[in-house]
């Protein structure tokens, strides 16, 4: 599925108000579910089963799961567990004590509108401490984005912190899948690389009021090198190593940002 160009930044702040009025109510229903599935995820669940709670709570809400048929991925969620970067597509895997899994979730509520996000889950409570380290880097490293996602920045300003704070902690940034803009379509331009790119004509464009899109660093223990299994979809580290991601969706505002899919 192909996307179109979308560009808000003529339009007037009432009219990207309403817009992200929209946008507050799926984020906040994708938001919950991210919650709930916390108390889910525990040792010997399937990810099959975490992709069937995300379809039932999106048909207990009214939503539709944005991934399922989306350029023919099978799933209502993607489900990514230990070196499995992104795109995971949920089965029969069984996670054990000590496994991380990523949770990618996009709802579309009936008016059209997406809410996107990813979190990454520790299962159990024995977790190394290095994978613990590796989750809260990545989840430090979206806020470092998130922090400079004000108008008056550029959009290559979100890359370059996250770069610098996640190779400050020894760890490197996956470069290849980056934020994207959303709204009523999954998505659309700018792209939002993680890391200092020279190569994306979108780094150099101003962040205004009004523009929405999502931040989502995948981080490794290892080298950012990586590889697309055979299934079409799951992409994994080269060398093996594990990795995270987080991943909110928001929007700019005339003196900041506002997350739209909040994480408690």
């Known amino acids: ?8 930044m003529d339009k007037q702040p009432p009219t990207y108000l309403r817009e992200f009025d929209w946008m507050k109510h799926v984020g906040a229903l994708t938001a919950k ?47 990514s567990v230990n ?20 949770i990618d979730v996009t709802f579309i509520n009936k008016e059209g509108w997406h809410g996107d996000s990813c979190r990454t889950y520790p299962v159990g ?10 989750i809260d880097v990545t989840r430090n490293a ?5 922090k400079v996602a004000v108008p008056g920045n550029v959009i290559g300003d979100i890359g370059k912190h996250i770069q610098h704070y996640v190779e400050g902690e020894k760890f490197s940034v996956v470069r290849d899948f980056v934020g994207h803009g959303i709204g009523q379509d999954f998505h659309c331009p700018p792209a939002i690389p ?5 190569e994306i004509p979108d780094i150099h464009r101003l962040i205004m009021p009004g523009q929405m899109f999502t931040i989502e660093p995948m981080v490794n223990i290892g080298r950012p090198d990586y590889k697309t299994l055979s299934d079409g979809w799951a992409v994994v580290t080269k060398d093996k190593s594990w990795s995270a991601q987080f991943e909110v969706t928001l929007g700019i505002t005339e003196t900041g940002n506002i997350i739209f899919t909040p994480m408690g």
């Not at 070196?83 to 990523?102: A, R, T, W, Y």
């Not at 409570?125 to 590796?134: A, C, G, T, W």
């Not at 979206?142 to 998130?146: L, R, S």
């Open 1 to 8: 599925m192909g996307y179109r160009t979308v560009d808000r």
């Open 142 to 146: 979206m806020y470092e984005g998130i």
């Open 194 to 198: 993680h890391y200092n790119a020279h």
């Open 125 to 134: 409570e024995k977790i190394n401490p290095k994978i613990k380290q590796l």
């Open 83 to 102: 070196h499995v970067i992104c795109h995971g597509i949920p089965s029969e895997k069984i996670l054990h004590e000590g496994d991380i899994v990523k």
């Open 33 to 79: 579910c991210l919650d709930e599935l916390a108390r889910i995820v525990v040792p010997e669940i399937t990810t099959l089963k975490i992709d069937k709670f995300v379809r039932d709570f999106a048909d207990d809400h009214g939503l539709r799961c944005a991934p399922e048929g989306y350029r023919g991925f099978p799933a209502a969620c993607c489900t």
